[in-house]
């Protein structure tokens, strides 16, 4: 069993109050290990060291950030078994996932460190002869990171690399559940010599912590990756301080078929992006709409893949599922599968769960579901399901599909599966959505902008783009004589 500790000013501390909270298995329930929690004193104390720390990172060359962020993304590579290990433990993902998430994060590390060194500024033309325009990008200063259980690690590498290579400190936040696979990078960090007060990390109460670090003037910006609900309360009390704010929140990405597609193709990359994580990631495909000609036989294709998927502890060799992060996500897949039921769905696979071991809030497991006859009045279609369960409606024409498609308060990831590159084109550029996946399920990669239209959230992650939400634009205006 391990007892972690919290990350301050270079060094690892214990709670000062003695306070601890457990981390569990959510495979079984068993004690993973216990993690020191941070009292607000701890916050300010890191808040203090961050601030001391941003002028002499921030001034540092670029080249020189860069240097200590490829030593950490070295270590990265050589230690991502034991972080993976560590993420199977406390998430439940299987293990080959586990790494493909290992890794994905510290490709972002590697891009970051690379992009640190292409901060551009820009001159512009003046209107007068003595004048000269200079704009240059400066970082905004110490940043507030909140990261959530589903991807505990791949979260917490996408939003420290983009910061610290534009030369902003961060304070990390992981969420309670999933603290040790954030501990395992910082880890490395510390071991790549990445100076003191650069990296905090606490964990604990998600309201103190979040409240301590919003009330601060020295924080400038907040990056958060979770639910819509906390994000738009985060953005609120933002304003007080005006900070910057970047939001990844929820998504409700529709999955679109249309009769010219490689059926076999739609339904494989489905299976990536629907079983992945037991369905709990904001770009899963929670609707699936496909045009009435071609439904008998997608369903048919899905229904055998379905069946075959093989639940349970994601440390098994053969497991292609794991357990559901905790009980109330489990009630929430029972309730939106028995909702749709009651309105009218049929159930074509799956539609229930089983419980192992005897604790309350781990050990819950949902089989793989499909559901057909849905319509867009039941639950499943309008709010995040986080589970392996999979809506089909069917429609009739492309402009009923795309009215269907964008009829969702959320616009993170849409997919479009077609062999028309001119409807395939024409339908991404009306989706309302900040990614589409045209014949792709999983668009996911760092150099490209990750990020929602609407109530999916603010800014971008990954490429360019990910580095220029902490970066302040600051114009010079030169007279000369
Ligand atoms: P999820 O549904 O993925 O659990 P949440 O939005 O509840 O999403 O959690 C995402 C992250 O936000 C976690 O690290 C969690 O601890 C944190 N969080 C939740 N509530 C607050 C809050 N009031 N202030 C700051 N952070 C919060």
Redo the contacts with the bound molecule.
Sequence with gaps: MRTEKLYIKGQWKDSAAGDYFDVLNPADGSLVGKMAAAGKEEVLEAIAAADQAFEEWSNLPAQVRSGYMKKWHKLLQEKEEIIARTLTAEQGKPLEEALGEVRSGTSYVEWYAEEAKRVYGETIPASSSPKRIMVLRQPVGVTAA?????FPASMVARKISPAIAAGCPVIL????KTPFSAVEIIKLAHEAGIPKGVIALLAGS??L???T??EDRRVRKIT????T???K??MK?SADTVKCVSLEL?GHAPYIVFDDADLDKAAEELMGVKIKNCGQTCVSANRLYVQESVEKELVQKLSEAFSKIKIGNGFDKDTQMGPLIDGDAYRKVQEHVEDALSKGAKLVTGGEGFHKGDHDQAGYYYKPTILVDVTADMKIMKEET?GPVLPIQRFTTEEEAIQLANNSRYGLASYVFTESLNRGIRVSEKLEFGIVGLNDGSPGTAQAPFGGFKESGLEREGGHFGIESFLEVKYVSISMK
């Excluded at 909140?146 to 589903?150: A, D, G, L, S």
């Excluded at 958060?224 to 639910?227: D, K, L, M, P, V």
């Design positions: 909140i990261t959530p259980w589903n936040k992981p969420e309670e998600a309201e912590i979040g409240d670090l919003l958060f990756t979770g639910s609900d906390v994000g309360a985060l009390q929820g986080f």
